[in-house]
């Protein structure tokens, strides 16, 4: 991760990489057949997700890949969700964004009738 030298990293950036980490780390291991085998560093892992999922605040949400009970079809159900909730957001970004660019419009008009009131 780059670090510019007038910021500092974002604590939650870095909690996001780390649980995405870990849950691939969790589906090579489900896909792999072998989980049993690796049960000393699995335990491990799952302490780290455990761990991260504990210093999370009360309005970030983690999806816990490692559950074996979930489905591909619980998997696409909330990827679809997630791209509803996407198009909604992106639709309500882009009104305010238009209506932001609308108010700018309207104040330089004022500033430019005022500046000729000014100049007459």
Request: glycine share 0%; charged share 30%.
């Amino acid at each position: 991760m780059r670090v510019r030298a007038d910021k500092k990293p974002s604590r939650k950036y870095d909690r996001n990489v780390l649980v995405a980490e870990e849950s691939t780390k969790s589906w090579a291991d489900t896909d792999s057949e072998s989980s049993s085998s690796s049960s000393s560093s699995s335990d491990s892992e799952q302490e780290e997700v455990h761990c991260l999922m504990a210093d999370q605040t009360s309005e970030d949400e983690v999806f816990d890949f490692s559950n074996v009970e979930f489905t591909r079809g619980d998997l696409v159900s909330a990827l679809n969700d997630i791209v509803k909730e996407y198009r909604k957001l992106s639709h309500s970004f882009e009104e305010i964004k238009a209506e932001n660019i609308s108010l700018k419009i309207v104040h330089l008009n004022q500033v430019l009738m005022s500046l000729r009131i000014l100049t007459v």
